[in-house]
Nanobody, 121 residues
Framework: QVQLVESGGGLVQAGGSLRLSCAAS????????MGWYRQDPGKERESVSS???????DYADSVKGRFTISRDNAKDTVYLQMASLKPEDTAVYYC???????????????WGQGTQVTVTT
């Protein structure tokens, strides 16, 4: 059973910083792209940032220059360092990983349970 466990959400004032972590556990062959999504109530889930297994990154325009994604392949963990946070960053943040459970299988999407980030004025 593959699981993604997130940590690091919380309440912060505008302009502050938070760091999210997401660790994959269980038995699998390899992890390809890992990333973060967020969802506000009543809105669609949106991609925030992603990072490939070789370190190529992508960011939503709304977070460029403020958020930094990184990963530690030895720990099967992805991080999202969030700085200069704004109230509009408030959402539930979900970790995503595209994982191949076995060498002969295609990758599948796995999701974390979500962690709340609330930015106050």
């Amino acid at each position: 059973q593959v699981q993604l466990v997130e940590s690091g959400g919380g309440l912060v004032q505008a302009g502050g910083s938070l760091r999210l972590s997401c660790a994959a556990s269980g038995r699998f062959f390899t992890i390809n792209t890992m990333g973060w999504y967020r969802q506000d109530p009543g809105k669609e889930r949106e991609s925030v940032s992603s990072i490939t297994s070789d370190g190529s990154t992508d960011y939503a325009d709304s977070v460029k220059g403020r958020f930094t994604i990184s990963r530690d392949n030895a720990k099967d963990t992805v991080y999202l360092q969030m700085a200069s946070l704004k109230p509009e960053d408030t959402a539930v943040y979900y970790c995503n990983a595209k994982i191949r459970r076995r060498a002969w299988l295609d990758e599948s999407d796995y999701w974390g349970q979500g962690t709340q980030v609330t930015v106050t004025t």
